[in-house]
């Protein structure tokens, strides 16, 4: 058998504020496979995305045992740490981060420029991941002359320009309205179905959250439930919508 992408045994993670000890993290057991799409859920406070920056290597465990590949992710350096997150893990959050001053396509190009990799392959493959999420017509658009909705299809599209294992989002559309952030879950879902990334979505959207394969939810600081379900006409329909969607005018909203 394959080795699960993501191992957790009693992950605990405390946070020290006005000499108090705040436990966030409480003791997580999980186990995430390779290829696995699953969302996370719970009410605010209860660790989801403390829990998502351990996983990413952007926060470190207090204690308990985290693999991340089949490496221990607790005892690693800071160099070897940001070394596996550059090779493995792409991130998208709520609020996008995009360099202001770039295009769409420097922007996506960025994270291989700054592992020194080949400027003409970068652009290329920057390029198709632009067209793959609907942008072919805005990628020398600057960040301000882009919609909400295709802000956050850049940030997609940097997150897997490296090609990770692994994709961790944290409130992906939690700015958009719903027939945008219904465009955005469909991406995820074709990202995962054609290129197998394991994918590990923080949300409190219902929408998303009931159409996803995997569901854990997590209370005061442990996993409360965690279910697997078949969710086969979402997955069929997500897949179907692809991100050819003809790009909109510039717009608040979306």
């Known amino acids: 058998m394959s080795t ?30 390779e290829g696995e799409m ?3 859920v719970g009410q605010s406070g209860a660790g989801k995305s403390t829990f998502l920056h351990c996983i990413g290597t952007l926060d470190i465990a207090t204690s308990g045992s985290l693999k991340l590949a089949g490496e221990e992710l607790t005892a690693m350096s800071s160099t070897r740490l940001a070394d596996l997150r550059n090779r493995t893990i792409g991130f998208v959050f709520q ?27 970068m652009h290329d493959r920057a390029r198709a991941l632009l067209e793959e999420v609907g942008l072919a017509q805005r990628i020398l658009h600057r960040p301000g002359e882009l919609s909400g909705g295709e802000q956050q299809r850049v940030a ?10 692994l994709l961790l989002a944290d409130e992906p559309s939690g700015n958009l309205d719903s027939r945008t952030s219904e465009q ?9 179905e054609e290129r197998k990334t394991t994918i590990v979505i923080v949300t409190h959207n219902p929408a998303l959250a009931a159409s996803m394969p995997r569901v854990v939810t997590l209370r005061d ?34």
Not at 5 to 29: C, N, P, W, Y
Not at 97 to 112: R, T
Not at 156 to 165: F, G, H, S, T, Y
């Open 184 to 192: 955005i879950h469909s991406l995820f879902f074709k990202v995962n």
């Open 4 to 33: 699960p992408l993501v191992v957790a045994k009693d992950v605990r993670k405390s946070f020290q504020h006005m000499g108090r000890t705040l436990e966030v993290l409480r003791g997580i057991d999980l186990v995430i496979e």
């Open 38 to 40: 699953l969302a996370v």
């Open 221 to 254: 600081g442990r996993v409360e439930t965690d279910e697997k379900t078949e969710r086969g006409s979402y997955r069929a329909r997500a897949t179907s919508q692809t991100a050819d969607v003809p790009a909109t005018p510039s717009s608040a909203a979306g």
């Open 95 to 121: 609020f996008h981060h995009l360099l202001p001053e770039f295009s769409a396509l420097e922007n996506v190009v960025m994270p291989g420029l700054i592992q020194g990799r080949n400027r003409g392959e």
């Open 156 to 165: 997609l599209a940097r997150a897997l320009v490296l090609e990770p294992k």
